[in-house]
């Protein structure tokens, strides 16, 4: 999990912007504005970064405990992937493309 920033500068200036949890390319919290309260998703939203800049907060403003239950399966070329079996997912950009891999097969079969 990574948190981060959004420091895009934008061509109006209502636009807000905000502090964000992010699970890969998947938004998991987020805290609006300059505001301090952070409102967790029940499932992960995936963001769209096109445009957009980003920078890392540390230390983490986000102080809930999310529960990881995702497998880690090494990749045909040495890359390693995480793989949730319950929602069948996985952070490949094969999965990305045709919504299954070979990963969860091979986290299914562990």
Known sequence: MQAVREIT???HSYQPNHQY???GNKMVAYIPGNGTVAQYFKTPIVIDKKG???AEVTPSPFTKVLVDNRIKVAGSKGAVY???LDTKTCNCSGFSFRKTCRHIEMA???
């Open 9 to 11: 500068v934008w061509d």
């Open 21 to 23: 949890l992010l699970d």
């Open 52 to 54: 957009r800049k980003f």
């Open 82 to 84: 995480l793989v949730d």
């Open 108 to 110: 299914a079969a562990q």
